[in-house]
């Protein structure tokens, strides 16, 4: 075989071998320093049709609820919106916590996870959840009103997230944190769950901080998943969101399992 014909037989090759380069990249090192640019696409929406999943039993064993839930120091009166709700299964574990005097909003996109999380809370006796249909990028909660926010297996589903990380924003109080959780992309503790449904703490930051979100603690106690904490960054460096750049997902609402 001629030195040419051999060039451009290895020409596939390597053009895969380049193609491979970014996804490689996505399981980098944690620790290593943010990229500048987002690295991934939206995962698809899980689909109400997969809510019975979202109460599996063995989330006790995975997610340990109750040692996320005592992270937020939550205290009677305080008001906390459940942001991609589900089924309500946090919302309602939180609801206890904040008591009469306070409320918890379960925002969900799908009106039928509402539904379900309507039916749950009658089974569980919960009356103080309120039930909110948000927006894709719209959680609807009302300006300055929200002291603790709380995202779990759901950020990396948002389709368009640096508008809806901005009204999220609005929605806190100056004080407010938000309680985000992932699974973890790197390592071994989540290899259950579909790639593309977990993150990594490089990626995330390069989303959070753009967007107006000074971290707080990275708290990893929990078995499969990162809990990040995050405070609003006081106004005059939040305008920088709009340098978040967005690549809309065009995936239809999924069904899910793990
Ligand atoms: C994997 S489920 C997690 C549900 C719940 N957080 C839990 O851990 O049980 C993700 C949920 O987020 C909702 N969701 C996706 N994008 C959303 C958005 N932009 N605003 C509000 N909810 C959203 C979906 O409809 C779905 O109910």
């Keep these: ?3 040419m014909r051999r060039f451009f037989l290895l020409l596939p090759l390597l053009g895969f071998a380049v193609s491979l380069g970014p996804a490689l990249s996505l399981a980098g ?3 290593s320093s943010a990229p500048k640019k987002r690295d991934r696409k939206p995962a698809p929406v899980m689909s109400y049709q997969g809510a019975g999943w979202l109460e599996r039993l063995s989330r006790e064993r995975e997610e340990n609820p109750q040692k996320l839930i005592a992270a937020l120091k939550l205290e009677p009166g305080d008001v906390v919106a459940d942001i991609g709700c589900g ?3 946090y919302a309602r574990r939180m609801a206890p916590m904040v008591g009469p005097s306070g409320k918890v909003y379960g925002v969900d ?21 309120e039930a909110v249909l948000g927006e894709p990028t719209d959680p609807k909660l009302p300006p300055g009103s929200v002291d603790w926010m709380l995202l779990v297996d759901v950020y990396h589903e ?7 990380l901005a009204k999220m924003r609005e929605a806190l109080k100056d004080d407010g944190k938000v309680a985000l959780v992932e699974f973890r992309l790197e390592g071994a503790t989540a290899r259950h769950i579909k790639i593309d449904h977990r993150m990594s703490p490089a990626q995330v930051m ?4 753009p967007a107006g979100y000074t971290l707080l603690e990275l708290n990893e106690d929990l078995p499969t998943q990162h809990l990040f904490i995050f405070g609003k960054t006081p106004a005059k460096s939040s305008d920088a969101s709009a340098d978040t750049e967005v690549t809309p997902a065009s995936h239809p609402v999924e069904k899910r399992e793990g």
Excluded: H
């Design 206 to 209: 390069a989303e959070w901080e």
């Design 29 to 31: 090192d944690p620790k």
């Design 87 to 89: 089924s309500g299964y």
């Design 158 to 164: 948002f389709q368009d997230p640096a508008p809806m």
């Design 1 to 3: 075989m001629n030195r």
């Design 109 to 129: 996109i799908q009106p039928e996870m509402l539904q379900i999380m309507k039916q749950l809370m009658k089974r569980d006796g919960v009356t103080n959840i």
